[in-house]
């Protein structure tokens, strides 16, 4: 959810070089350390994110999580980064069975529970959702963290669910309330959905926050009447 004031293009420049440091790092001097598989594994996610083409980075993630899961087999961590490429990738069922298969390992592993919720997401089972984020809660996620409710918001985005993307924006907004891309992503759906005078609304909120930011709000405002 964007309001041009992030660069794709310079973040993926920049995880393109970070993967190329790893890569030589696994070649020339450590091929058995298992956290740089699972940093490039979590590198090719981002990408996945990025919308970058889907085959080539679902392939080259697989790699990576399947490396780090030889050297180290019962690390959770690996098999819940791998279950996100599965999410971004359409493969739900696959990436449920990688955190059902955490959760035997260790069921006290409270990020499974909450992967498991986004899963749920994705496949529209809004209630199963909720239960899984509550269990999160319960062992030690707090679902009330911004952070959190951004990867919420993401997944109801990818699935075109609006009305709950924005619902949850709003509260990232309240809880946040200081953060300049909060507002602008929040500004940026209610354009999606057609509610301009929100959407007019709350961008302008930015420039209490930072005045500097006329241009971007005055060209923002501009497009919403075009």
């Not at 911004?146 to 669910?161: A, D, G, T």
Request: proline residues 4%.
């Amino acid at each position: 959810v964007e309001f041009k004031t992030r660069e794709p293009e310079l973040v993926k420049e920049r995880l393109l070089k970070g993967l190329a440091l790893i890569e030589d790092n696994i070649t020339y001097e450590f091929p058995y350390f298992t956290r740089n598989y699972i940093v490039a594994g979590m590198i090719s996610n981002i990408m996945l994110e990025l919308k970058e083409p889907k085959e080539e980075w679902r392939k080259k993630a697989n790699g990576y999580f399947t490396r780090a899961l030889q050297l180290s087999p019962k690390r959770p961590s690996i098999l819940i980064e791998w279950a996100k490429t599965d999410f971004l990738t359409g493969r739900y069922e696959e990436g449920k069975k990688k955190l059902e298969q955490v959760i035997l390992i260790n069921e006290r592993v409270p990020e499974a529970y909450f992967m498991l919720g986004l899963g749920s997401i994705y496949q529209r089972d809004f209630k199963k959702a909720d239960e899984y984020f509550e269990e999160a809660n319960k062992r030690g996620i707090d679902m009330k963290d911004p952070n959190r409710l951004l990867q919420l918001v993401f997944v109801y985005n990818e699935i075109q669910e609006y009305e709950k993307t924005i619902e949850v924006m709003e509260r990232v907004v309240e809880l946040d309330p200081d953060t300049i891309q909060q507002y602008a992503s929040l500004a940026t759906m209610y354009k999606k959905v057609g509610n301009i005078q929100k959407a007019r609304e709350t961008a302008l909120k930015i420039l209490k926050i930072n005045p500097e930011a006329n241009k971007e709000v005055e060209e923002f405002i501009k497009e919403l009447t075009n």
